[in-house]
């Protein structure tokens, strides 16, 4: 039998497997049923210091034969402040590191990038500390982690004027110096912060993305969050989100060099409203369990247990993070996902906040069964938020390799599967995001691949970094 031929009946035999599962629920007039309304059992709310956590199955059933996996909505809330404020600001140490590479003079986007160092300057006080590297050829370090007095201002508000772009794109010199200068002083409960920024691909010293990736892991560990912002359309984004995802800081796609005060001044009001720093997540795995996503952080698995870290906590934040695992589905068993817990710092202080109770969940004989667990709430939730997201993530990937029938039969394989799910679950709001986002990231995929050939280069690349910036922030879910 030829190949597409297989192919065709494979995916025909799998529709009509999810029309019976469907049918199922189906009453005697051939009308879906009312959507489940199951609710897996709650574990449980776990709190030390001013962070809570709790978690919550998406469904509490799987069934034998199946792929095994199972979503947690976990869920990370810290208190509000008095007034929506933290009663001090705690002392900041920040670095930027500045590309100041050749294309850096394209569309005044270096001009842009230095009124926004003078004006983060102009906001931080004698108690925080700045430091200015500069890449381009090799790193350059423009003074040590200065305390801004009066003085010193001046002295940094004169070097940042005085920055001229030139030259080729060491991104890893200029991040490996300015975790550097964070390390060279005791941290004494402060928050130190570092934003990357670049334009271009990383082409000069380090380039390696492992390597990069590996210095950002360094610091989140030793408690430094390290940001990114790719600004333009010529700079590698999966870069620079490993770069920010490892360094438990954000990451930030400009198209226009216009958007750098804002993004500054984004990063400067957060670390004036952290309670929370250096969070971790850490998930107990039983034997032949793994952790497969964590709302797209990189994940470190060893001894028994997955890690994540999601960044820092602002004062009365919520942060919901899907987490997804795949468990044996070889027999009939039910199986305990283990100890869920966060870790965080406050000042000096450490804490960590465990959920009382394991989040189980039972491997059965009948798919129905395991359809009737779903929690329609949490289900759609996910779906909208996690499942959408990365959709639109490895929409990019292809639109960006310009690769626009394996765009198109994403999307394709994401709707049939979210629709006939839905046929059991009847959410109206995963009806409206197949209907209406679906439909409109469709269109942009069309688009992207219209006009004459540089236009639709442009395009592609535009639209394929927008894309990924959103899925990327709807999947964490930050702001």
Known sequence: MKKSHRRTLTLVGGLLALSCLAMTYAGRDGRLAAAPGHKPPDPGLARAGTVSLSGRLIQDKVHMGGDGTVTVALTLESDRAPDGNVETRRELDMV????????????????????????????????????????????????????????????????????????????????????????????????????????????????????????????????????????GLDFNEHLMTAIADKGAGNYTFMESASAFARVFDKEFRDAGTVVASSVEVHVALSPGMTLVHAAGYPIEVGEGKAIFRPGDLRSGQSRKLFLTLRIPVGEEKTWDIGAISAHYRSGERAYTASLPQPLRVA???????????????????????????????????????GKREEAMQQIDRY???????????????????????????????????????????RKQKANAKSMQFEGYQGRRSKN
């Open 415 to 457: 709707v049939t599967r979210q629709q006939a799910a839905n046929e059991v679950v009847g959410s109206s709001a995963v009806k409206g995001n197949l209907e209406k986002d679906v439909g409109s990231l469709r269109r942009t995929v069309a688009d992207s691949f219209t006009g004459a050939p540089e236009e639709a280069a």
């Open 96 to 231: 930027v590191v500045l590309d100041r590479s050749g294309s850096m003079a394209d569309e005044g986007k270096i001009t842009h990038a230095r009124q926004a160092v003078l004006n983060l300057l102009s906001r931080l006080s004698e108690t925080d500390r700045f430091a200015l590297v500069s890449y381009s050829d090799d790193a350059q370090r423009h003074g040590g982690l200065l305390p801004i007095t009066p003085a010193n201002r001046a002295t940094l508000e004169r070097i940042v004027r005085g920055i001229q772009p030139g030259g080729a794109t060491n991104l890893g010199g200029g991040l490996q110096e300015g975790i550097g200068q964070l390390a060279e002083l005791q941290k004494n409960g402060r928050l130190s912060r570092l934003i990357l920024i670049s334009d271009g691909l990383a082409n000069r010293g380090v380039t390696d993305p492992s390597a990069l990736g590996t210095m950002a892991s360094v610091a989140a560990e030793r408690g430094y969050a390290v940001s990114t912002v790719g600004v």
């Open 363 to 401: 491997c059965v004989r009948d798919p129905s069964e395991a359809m009737a667990s779903i929690d329609k709430a949490q289900w759609e939730d996910k779906v909208i938020r996690e499942d959408y997201n990365r959709l639109r993530e490895e929409v990019a990937a292809s639109v960006k390799g």
